[in-house]
């Protein structure tokens, strides 16, 4: 991997993080994070499944290490960054990673944060407790990333890459 890819990397997981600071709004009982999911979506296409996961996983890190996020900041962007990544890489078309992002967050993550949040943060919940603040949040931030997504191919951005 180049410089110059894992320098944009890092400023992906910049953004996701100060944009967790001040972009935010409440889904149930949770709070929803668009700007984590619009960089999910933006990754997945720029760069592929892998490093999207990664930078998923270094931005739920931080988070988790600052305070200003939870252990679900992990099965949630993860999970979400990997399957938009997989249906970019097999479709070739951004839409695909936004459904990629809404039904690895909004839904798969969602059913794994039940046992996860048993297990690592001792709280019992039903099957689809995660669920509708997960799918508010992933659908506004996937929605978001398109459109950013579509913009940057405009201005010729993912031509910096290479």
Do not use: C
């Amino acid at each position: 991997m180049n410089t110059k890819k894992l320098v944009i990397m890092s400023m992906f997981v910049a953004l996701a993080v100060a944009g967790s600071a001040f972009v935010w709004f409440p889904a149930g009982i949770a709070r929803a994070y668009p700007i984590q999911h619009a960089i999910n979506v933006i990754s997945a296409v720029l760069f592929g499944p892998i490093p999207a996961v990664a930078i998923a996983f270094v931005t739920g890190a931080v988070r988790v290490l600052t305070g200003t996020g939870s252990l679900l900041a992990f099965p949630g962007g993860m999970i979400g960054a990997l399957l938009a990544g997989v249906l970019y890489k097999l479709s070739g078309r951004i839409g695909f990673a936004a459904v990629g992002e809404i039904i690895g967050t909004g839904i798969i993550a969602s059913l794994v944060a039940v046992p996860y949040a048993k297990l690592l943060m001792g709280t019992e919940t039903a099957a689809f407790f995660f669920m509708p603040p997960f799918i508010v949040s992933s659908v506004s931030g996937a929605l978001l990333g398109v459109v950013l997504m579509y913009r940057l191919e405009k201005t010729k951005a993912r031509d910096l890459l290479y």
